[in-house]
């Protein structure tokens, strides 16, 4: 593996747990009201949640680059407040990659929450239990497993994502290349022998990813 391959493999993995912990912050609690409201906006919320699901990537990608472009809402306030553009930088990523990777972590977690019997979260609540208790001492314990498949999907779906990744940051070495984009570029050049190396490396990492998360869930599926 060549210098700039595993500077991809760095960027990568530096992405992937920026937005992975980013999304567990912000969609942990998204994920718990979906699970406990009655409003009829959820439903709304729960399809623009999914809509990175079914949606393409470069359409998605195309949307957000607009966005976050020059004459786009974001660009235009990031450049009033004199900040960098986001476009084809390694935050502009982090920010797609939030959006891309959103149901992953939303949806795992909301099917967790459900889960919880209401019967529980209420003798703790009579126990003078302040819902902040509620929800760390009986919720998130009781919704592990959706957590553990939230985190792991969430961090191989951005791992692996490239048409988003394209649009939004391009094939900036070391700040935005990624190992997908590396790939692309290897196959773009006719380098077979370096895109084949590249992509088994992301092929074993997805296949022990999601075979860890299915072997710890069993694991405390067996605990409870």
């Known amino acids: 593996m060549s210098a700039g391959d595993l500077q991809a493999l760095s960027v990568t993995l530096r992405l992937a747990a920026v937005t992975t912990a ?4 912000l969609g942990t ?3 718990w ?4 409201t009655r409003s009829r906006v959820a439903a709304w919320v729960d399809s623009i949640v999914a809509l990175p699901l079914v949606l393409p990537p470069t359409v998605l990608g195309f ?4 966005w976050m472009g020059p004459q786009g809402a974001v660009g235009a306030a990031m450049a009033a407040l004199g900040l960098p553009a986001l476009v084809f930088s390694f935050w ?5 990659s939030v959006i891309s990777s959103l149901p992953f972590m939303v949806q795992p977690l909301r099917d967790a929450f459900a889960g919880v019997a209401p019967r529980l979260t209420q003798a703790a609540a009579t126990l003078r ?9 009986v919720a998130v314990p009781l919704a592990r497993r959706g957590f553990l498949s939230a985190i792991t999907l969430t961090f191989a ?22 190992i997908a984009i590396s790939i692309y570029d290897k196959v773009q050049s006719f380098d077979l022998t370096g895109a084949n190396q590249m992509a088994l ?23 409870r």
């Open 201 to 223: 490396l992301l092929l074993l990492f997805s296949l022990g990813a999601v075979g860890a998360s299915f072997f710890a869930s069993a694991r405390l599926a067996v605990r």
């Open 92 to 96: 502009g990523l982090v920010l797609a």
């Open 63 to 66: 949307y957000l680059l607009v």
């Open 33 to 36: 009201w979906l699970a406990r």
């Open 29 to 31: 609690p998204l994920a």
């Open 22 to 25: 980013l999304l567990l912050l």
């Open 157 to 178: 779906h951005t791992v692996g994502e490239f048409g988003v990744v394209l649009m939004v940051g391009g094939s900036i070495p070391g700040e935005t290349k990624t």
């Open 129 to 137: 239990a302040s819902p902040l208790d509620v929800f760390f001492s």
